[in-house]
């Protein structure tokens, strides 16, 4: 079964569309070079534990400075994962008569290798770090990744000094890094609701006929997908329950990231008040480009999660403590809904009815 993707064609357009050939030639600064990156996310880390009172069982990945180019390859490799196992596991196909097959398969595997590497390429020009970790597809160890050239160059524009706002980037990484490790259940829990929405996509719309629309009508099928998701352009009605427990599982991920940052990062990060004003004002201050491609890539949706994740864990801390915050990680059960994150007080009293689950089943 051939691919419905040119992984090949995907991996150029995103080198070209990052800009990574001139990026990844820049000298990186002692700051970034693997000794001194070490010993900064070994300080994050022992404050982050510290804090969060998380005991994450396996050894955390060794922190790696990468180019735009590795991140990516990177990217991409999660991706071809994910489509390979939907296309192996629900025999998506494109499937004309004869020769035009073959031609249909070089046609959809053309225009969605150089969709996708569009917006890799863009992602990898503003990524700053990742804990990257397999959640669908072939299994593979866990990286903790900073790709250099984005973080020395979003400094500059900051205006802010490098080594303040490298310890600010090792903050956050290494809390997913945390995360993940102290609640094993959580990569597993995220990857079957992610199954579950792809195994729908060969349902009714699918995949392969949302391909075919963007080779024969791309203007309406690009329209489409930027009046939402591409999750919802996939899913069908039925599947939103799925679609809404992603999102509050992300969304509560990436708040207890910001809110452990903003504990920890008091003595570790110099000036962090500014820096974060500064952080503030550069995520709102996008162009009109940066707007409709955020859109289509979900960044919009990134940014609400910062923001409304944040403010949920501000507030079951600031009224319980962060012994009740911490009650996330005991399982899937425990996480709130989507409508339990603008409600905190209802989570909170939800979860006073369920029996707290062993202290080792969090932290193991």
Not at 205 to 225: K, N, Q, Y
Request: glycine share 10%.
């Amino acid at each position: 079964m051939s691919s419905l993707v040119d992984w090949g064609l995907a991996t150029r357009v995103a080198g070209r569309v990052s800009g990574a050939a001139d990026a990844d030639r820049r000298q990186v600064p002692a700051s970034l070079a693997p000794a001194a990156l070490a010993a900064t996310c070994t300080e994050a880390e022992a404050l982050i534990r510290g804090y969060s009172l998380l005991d994450p069982d396996p050894e955390l990945p060794g922190p790696e400075a990468v180019g735009r180019t590795e991140w990516a390859a990177a990217a991409l490799g999660t991706l071809s994962g994910i489509a390979d196992e939907l296309q192996r596991e629900h025999g998506i196909e494109i499937t004309l008569p004869g020769p035009l097959g073959g031609i249909a398969r070089s046609v959809v595997g053309a225009a969605t290798g150089a969709e996708v590497g569009v917006a890799a390429g863009y992602t990898a020009r503003r990524v700053l770090g990742q804990y990257d970790l397999t959640i669908v597809g072939p299994d593979r160890p866990a990286r903790l990744l900073f790709v250099a050239p984005n973080i020395t160059g979003s400094a500059r524009e900051l205006g802010v000094d490098l080594d303040p706002f490298l310890r600010w980037v090792a903050l956050h990484e290494t809390t997913h890094a945390i995360q993940f490790a102290a609640a094993p259940w959580l990569r597993d829990h995220i990857g079957g609701l992610i199954r579950t929405l792809l195994a729908s996509a060969t349902d009714g719309l699918g995949i392969a006929d949302l391909m075919r629309r963007l080779v024969s009508s791309p203007r309406e099928t690009v329209s489409t997908l930027l009046k939402g998701d591409l999750a919802k352009a996939l899913a069908r009605p039925e599947q939103a329950p799925t679609l809404d427990r992603i999102q509050a599982t992300m969304t509560v991920i990436e708040g207890h990231a910001e809110h452990v940052m903003d504990a920890a990062a008091t003595d570790f990060v110099p000036g962090v008040e500014d820096l974060r004003r500064r952080l503030e004002a550069r995520r709102s201050g996008r162009g009109p480009f940066e707007m409709i491609a955020g859109r289509l890539l979900g960044m919009d949706l990134k940014l609400r999660q910062y923001e409304l994740g944040k403010a949920f864990c501000d507030e079951v801390v600031e009224t319980s403590g962060l012994d009740a915050l911490n009650r996330i990680w005991e399982g899937p059960q425990a996480l709130p809904e989507i409508a339990e994150l603008e409600r905190p007080q209802a989570w909170l009293e939800r979860i006073a009815t369920s029996p707290s689950a062993p202290r080792a089943a969090t932290t193991s």
